[in-house]
């Protein structure tokens, strides 16, 4: 009998305490779309940014940020009016993605983007498949 008992309080402890896998996994995570052309609307997405990592703290969100279309030009290595801040944000976790689709378009490489900038082959079809997997989606930008 003391022995199940003894079992059954280690079982809960158990599951009481915290998970090294648990305690690596952000509890938030968002996807940021951002299409936009005008410069203030990627100063308004990257403020929508900054407040989501100040409102949970960087340890607990995953964010996602994908350019598309228009709004592209604001991760090439040329664009130095949010370059600080984009580079800043991405030191902090925030991960920048652009779509292979647009760059082909508009005849883009890599090279052409900021070394901290991942590619993806769609930009809808990335936020689709966040979205499938459960992530909050934000239109961010105007």
């Known amino acids: 009998m003391r ?22 996994t952000p509890r938030h995570r968002v996807v940021v779309e951002v299409v936009t052309v005008l410069s203030d609307g990627w100063a308004f997405a990257l403020s929508n940014v900054e407040t989501l990592q100040r409102e949970f703290g960087p340890s607990n969100i995953e964010i996602e940020v994908v350019v598309h279309g228009p709004a592209l030009s604001m991760l090439h290595k040329t664009d130095t009016d949010f370059a600080a801040r984009i580079q800043r944000l991405s030191e902090h976790g925030v991960r920048f993605v652009a779509s292979r689709r647009t760059m082909r378009d508009k005849r883009l490489t890599s090279a052409d983007m900021f070394p901290f900038v991942s590619l993806v082959d769609s930009g809808v079809g990335e936020i689709v498949r966040k979205q499938e997997a459960g992530w909050t989606y934000i239109k961010s930008g105007y």
């Open 3 to 24: 022995l199940r008992v003894l079992i059954v309080i280690l079982f809960v402890l158990a599951l009481l305490s915290p998970s090294p896998l648990r305690a690596q």
